[in-house]
C-alpha cells in the first residue's frame, strides 16, 4: 500500500473515531507527536489518546492534499469548523512510526468549548 493509501485509510478511520482501528495503523513502538501536547509513545498509549480525544470533542478531518516522499507522507488538512493543519506520517513496512502534527490548540479548544489548560 502506498503512503497516500495508508494516510487516506486513516482519515477514514479518524473521522469514523475508531481508536482500535486506527491504533493498528501503529507499529508497536511508534511515536504520536502533536506538537501542542507531550508525545505519545507505543501503539497502547496512541490508542487511549485517540479514546480520549474521540470522547472530547466530534472531529472531522477534510483532505486538503496527501504528498509523499520516500518513507514520509504528508496530509494538509482542514476540518468543517475552520481550522487547519498539517500531519507527518514516517511509515515503514505499511506501518505509521512516527506521526507528528502541527495545528493551534488554542482554537481547537475554544471552537470545541473545550477548556483552556
Same mark, same amino acid.
Given at each position: 500500500? =502506498?503512503?497516500?493509501?495508508?494516510?487516506?485509510?486513516?482519515? =477514514?478511520?479518524?473521522?469514523?473515531?475508531?481508536?482500535?482501528?486506527?491504533? *493498528?495503523?501503529?507499529?508497536?513502538?511508534?511515536?504520536?507527536?502533536?506538537?501542542?501536547?507531550?508525545? +505519545? *509513545?507505543?501503539?497502547?498509549?496512541?490508542?487511549?489518546?485517540?479514546?480520549?480525544?474521540?470522547?472530547?470533542?466530534?472531529?472531522?478531518?477534510?483532505?486538503?492534499?496527501?504528498? *509523499?516522499?520516500?518513507?514520509?507522507?504528508?496530509?494538509?488538512?482542514?476540518?468543517?469548523?475552520?481550522?487547519?493543519?498539517?500531519?507527518?506520517?514516517?511509515?515503514?513496512?505499511?506501518?505509521?512510526?512516527?506521526?507528528?502534527?502541527?495545528?493551534? =490548540?488554542?482554537?481547537?479548544? =475554544?471552537?470545541?468549548?473545550?477548556? +483552556?489548560?
Amino acid at each position: 500500500m =502506498k503512503n497516500k493509501e495508508l494516510i487516506q485509510n486513516w482519515v =477514514k478511520l479518524f473521522n469514523d473515531g475508531n481508536a482500535e482501528l486506527i491504533a *493498528e495503523m501503529y507499529s508497536d513502538d511508534a511515536i504520536n507527536h502533536q506538537v501542542a501536547n507531550e508525545a +505519545i *509513545e507505543g501503539k497502547t498509549a496512541i490508542k487511549q489518546m485517540f479514546e480520549k480525544e474521540f470522547s472530547e470533542a466530534d472531529m472531522t478531518c477534510i483532505i486538503e492534499n496527501i504528498f *509523499e516522499d520516500g518513507q514520509w507522507g504528508i496530509l494538509e488538512w482542514k476540518d468543517p469548523l475552520g481550522l487547519r493543519g498539517c500531519g507527518f506520517f514516517q511509515i515503514k513496512e505499511g506501518k505509521i512510526v512516527f506521526q507528528r502534527g502541527y495545528w493551534d =490548540k488554542l482554537s481547537f479548544l =475554544k471552537m470545541h468549548n473545550l477548556p +483552556i489548560e
